[in-house]
């Protein structure tokens, strides 16, 4: 088991007073038997009103109202974890889906077909030709070793680049430039993984990275496949492994600009900045 804490400070500078709509913060992880939570503490200043839920993704909701003008808006969340995820590799896949290619069957296939919508034809051409890359069909492979490839691929043959700005590269985009960020990797997993007739989630959270621990870090994103027999089963491509004890999920969705860790709205105007902090250490 290991226990870490994660602090998540967020800033919003305004240059005049503004009056703030209700915010939706997505910043308690996920609990499930690989994660709990022993500790969690959420604030704001200025002070509002939490009001909590779950979405339908299981995603812990905090919605924050605010009753007055400022002229700064500062979130700040620090949790303390225990991560039992330290063997990865110890899953079963249902006898069916060891080896690809394989179909959802039963009721999962009803309840996955979200999760399996693809992209435009354009896309979908694309993606393939990059897939041939690296599996050509009628190859006969095991399930994760193809996903596992798919990860690989993108951390060996695209570079990794910090993105500042807001939204998430398409897959055409990400492959046109070579570069991308974290999420923009993940979106390109699960449009490849898509392509292939699997299931794919986008997956928001926290990664900790031990030569970083001093350093002001970001959130970081993942992408998760539906495996029969395993359940959801969690890939970084900006890693190129399989996600283990050091990744820490905030939230899911079936598309990345559904998870954002804070949106809200403001009143007034005012031009904003803003500024965010996260450190990730061992405790």
């Known amino acids: 088991m290991q226990r870490y804490k994660i602090i998540h400070r967020t800033y919003y500078n305004y240059s005049n007073n ?21 500790s969690f503490n959420l604030k704001t200043t200025p002070a509002s009103t939490l009001l909590w839920h779950r979405d339908v993704e299981g995603n812990s909701v905090a919605i924050a109202t605010f ?23 110890n899953f079963m896949v249902a006898a069916y889906a060891i080896a690809y290619p394989f179909s959802y069957q039963g009721d999962d296939k009803v309840l996955l077909s979200a999760y399996m919508a693809l992209p435009d034809n354009e896309t979908i051409n694309i993606v393939n030709k990059w897939i041939a890359n690296f599996w050509q069909s009628g190859e006969q ?80 994103a993942w992408a998760e496949v539906y495996l029969p027999g395993a359940g959801w089963k969690g890939f970084d491509p900006t890693i190129g492994k399989i996600v283990g004890s050091d990744h820490i999920a905030v939230a899911v969705a079936r598309l990345p600009e559904a998870v954002p860790p804070i949106a809200g709205s403001f009143a007034g105007s005012a031009d904003s900045t803003l500024t965010v902090g996260v450190w990730v250490s061992q405790c």
């Open 141 to 220: 492979i095991q399930t994760y070793t193809l996903l596992q490839r798919i990860a690989e691929h993108i951390h060996q043959t695209l570079s990794y680049r910090v993105r500042e700005e807001p939204g998430v590269q398409s897959a055409r985009q990400t492959l046109s430039y070579g570069t991308g960020s974290c999420r923009d990797f993940a979106l390109l997993f699960m449009e490849a993984v898509r392509c292939l007739g699997l299931a794919s989630r986008f997956v928001s959270g926290y990664l900790y990275a031990p030569l970083m621990t001093g350093e002001i870090g970001s959130t970081h």
């Open 67 to 89: 009753d007055l003008p400022v002229s700064q808006l500062v979130i700040e969340s620090e949790v303390i974890i225990q991560q039992y995820n330290e063997a990865p590799l």
């Open 18 to 38: 503004v009056m703030l709509g209700p915010h939706i913060l997505l910043l308690r992880p996920r609990e499930d038997y690989e994660l709990r939570i022993e």
